[in-house]
């Protein structure tokens, strides 16, 4: 079923003579929808038909700054898809999983991100790592310092 709602969605976007390149929003079968398009692709948020329309442009407008700021401009499909770890962590910084917003600022969530390059072993505690990855940690931070 949600397969078939993706894609009569993009059907109906695609259709679309009035494209912008910015945040639009419309209701689709039951559901607010926020979409952009982009250089080759769409970037969608769904929502129940009772959410609030500006709220859910704001969040698509927020992921899609931050996107745009972590991968300096570069944002099209296969850029996209080689970064998808990173994709999924600003969706993490930027609702939770009940779907309550947590961050809308692109800036901050960029900065909670980090660079690109960095590891995400990096970002984590050295108290919640497992052992192995851990030593991983250590042994990669080891070998930088003494390429460095």
């Known amino acids: 079923a949600q397969r078939e709602f993706e894609k009569s969605l993009l059907a109906k976007v695609q259709t679309m003579s009035d494209l912008k390149d910015a945040v639009d929003v419309m209701e689709f079968k039951e559901s607010v929808v926020a979409y952009k398009p982009t250089e080759d692709m769409f970037m969608f948020v769904v929502g129940a038909g009772n959410e609030n329309e500006l709220v859910m442009a704001e969040v698509l ?4 700054e ?4 972590y991968m300096r401009g570069q944002v099209f499909e296969e850029a996209v898809l080689e970064e998808l770890e990173t994709l999924l962590l600003i969706v993490d910084e930027l609702v939770d999983q009940e779907g309550i917003i947590m961050e809308t600022d692109p800036d901050e969530l960029a ?7 960095d590891s ?13 990855k851990a030593l991983q940690n250590a042994r990669d931070q080891i070998t930088r310092s003494i390429l460095s």
């Open 61 to 64: 407008q927020s992921l899609d």
């Open 111 to 117: 900065a909670r991100i980090g660079e690109p390059g």
């Open 120 to 132: 995400l072993i990096d970002q984590i505690p050295i108290g919640d790592q497992t052992l192995g």
């Open 66 to 69: 931050t996107l745009h700021t």
